[in-house]
Each structure stands twice: as C-alpha cells, then as structure tokens.
C-alpha cells in the first residue's frame, strides 16, 4: 500500500486508510474509472454508505457505455466475504498476493481493460439526452435567478446548478468516448 500512494506522491488520509487499502487488495487503480468500479465492488458488497452510492450513481450517470464492466464488479463484490471492516492491521502480516488469494478465492481477478463496446452508441445518445435535460433545466431557473424573491432565488438555483452539472457531465462523457474512439482506431 505505501509501494501504491508513494508512487503517486499521495498520503494517507486520517479515516480512510481502510479504502485505500481495499483499492490495493482488490487491484483497483487511484483513478477515477476504477474508484467508481470500486465503489461497485463495495455496493455489491454490502457497503451501503452515502458516499459509495453518491460516486456510483455519479458513474452509471456519466458512463454508461461501462454498465457492464460495473455490473460485474457489483457481481464480483457479491461472491465476495464482507470487506468494509477490513483494517491495515488485519492484514500488516501477510504478503499481498497470498492475502489476495485467501481473501478473494471465489473471486476472478482478472479484470479486462475497459474498451469501446456496443454501448457506445447508448452512451453518445445519453450524453447528448444528459446536455439537453441540463440545459432545459438551465433555461428553466434562468429567469428566476433575477427575482428580488429568495425563495424563487434559491429554488431555482440548486436546479440550475444540477442542470449545469449534467451538461458539463456530457461534455465529458463525449470527450471520454472520443479519447476511447481514437484509442480503438490506434490499435
């Protein structure tokens, strides 16, 4: 674990050093693609908390052409014995792979690459129906953000900010399917 965050010129967080230890032990990268798979790992899991279901729906949101690579880790986190208490003391003794290998037996850690799949084309429309909602909802809250009324002010700009969310979230996921695109045509 410290091979892990010193190669990445990271530090322990007081209070997560349990999440940071199963991205280790479960093989999962300090990246945003694989902090959501995590959080899908974990979900399926058992571990139900706001933040794991928050960065989940995040991810099904912004990446839907990887519903499947997040399904499996959810499967994957199923078959696999209760990790949300697992502490870097428990575990200080053992050498990683044999860990990993009684910890995981039943689950297959061999995990592909995310690549360009038949959801491609879902993504591209979601992202698109993601930017229209969002701007619809801007142009909705538009004129309300004017009002001397707070009430109409603040109503209307928790909206507006999801809307602008939602447009900046399929900007992104286009861009991503496009890095992924060219990434496929490459090889």
């Known amino acids: 674990m410290a091979d892990t965050m010193q190669a990445r010129g990271l530090n322990l ?26 959080q899908a790992f974990m979900l399926g899991n ?35 014995p209760a990790l949300a208490s697992l502490t870097i003391e428990q575990c200080q003794h053992y050498q990683l792979h044999a860990f990993q290998q009684q910890l995981l037996s039943r689950y297959v850690q061999s995990r592909p690459a995310p ?6 084309v879902f993504g591209t429309l979601g992202s698109y129906a993601l930017m229209v909602v969002g701007a619809a909802a801007m142009l909705f ?9 707070v009430a109409d002010l603040i109503g209307a700009g928790f909206p507006f ?20 695109r060219a990434r496929a045509a490459a090889e």
């Open 13 to 38: 967080v007081p209070g997560f050093e349990s999440h940071d230890l199963k991205h280790v032990v479960l093989n999962y990268a300090l990246e945003p693609m694989d902090e959501i798979r995590l």
């Open 46 to 80: 058992g571990n139900r908390t706001l933040p794991s279901v928050l960065i989940f729906l995040f991810g099904l949101l912004l990446l839907p052409q990887h519903w499947r690579i997040f399904h499996r880790d959810f499967r994957a986190g199923r078959a696999c």
């Open 115 to 120: 690549t360009p799949s038949a959801h491609a």
């Open 141 to 149: 809250c538009f004129p309300f953000l004017w009002s001397a009324n």
């Open 161 to 180: 900010v999801a809307g602008a969310i939602f447009v900046v979230g399929g900007f992104l996921n286009l861009t991503l399917q496009s890095a992924l």
